[in-house]
């Protein structure tokens, strides 16, 4: 948390925007001159969009970003200052803006929680597929097996009954979308939180990332 070096009532206000306040450059063109505002009082953070041409936004716990107006945000919420792709815009951490940038260590011991509750979640997808692969394998087994002793028609009629039966449940059981769905919505919070390249596995469990190094 952060907290005020003159130990005054800790109350803080900073336009943002390539003609605003922040310790840091914005030389985007997709960026307003006075963008948007951070107000700290208390430890009570909040980001104020200042009717900016492009909006400002916020990473929601999804990693998805959302237009806001004014929202409360904490001081590792990443903000990010107009488009996504259009004329560009800029996205930091909301401390950052108080010139508390450090070295992420926060963003990336989250990153790193959420990338092991991936692979759990993985684990437990891959699992369920498995057991699922097995029963489908094992079932026409039985059913054919059932079939034998059956005289004439009746074992032709039950056999035939039974490879629809398996087509059925392979169609249903084996979905292959939820693990490529999980991947898919844990891509946009495996980026690293100052550059916003996507990070590796190495990168995440060595703690080796390099930013802004080519891919
Ligand atoms: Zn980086």
Redesign the pocket.
Known sequence: MFHDVNDNVMQKTVVIGRAGEQPFTIDVPGVSNRHARLIVEDDIWTIEDLNSTNGTFVQMADGSFVRVGSKRISPTTRVRLGDATALGGITFSARKVLGLEDNYRDEFAQIEKTYDQMQQQLQKIRGQQRRRRLLIAVVPLVLMMVSIPMQGMAGMWFMRGSLGVTSVLSLLLLNGDKERKLMEQNKKLLV?P????PLSEYDIKSHS?V??AKG
């Open positions: 690293c100052r550059c916003g390249r990332h930013c802004g």
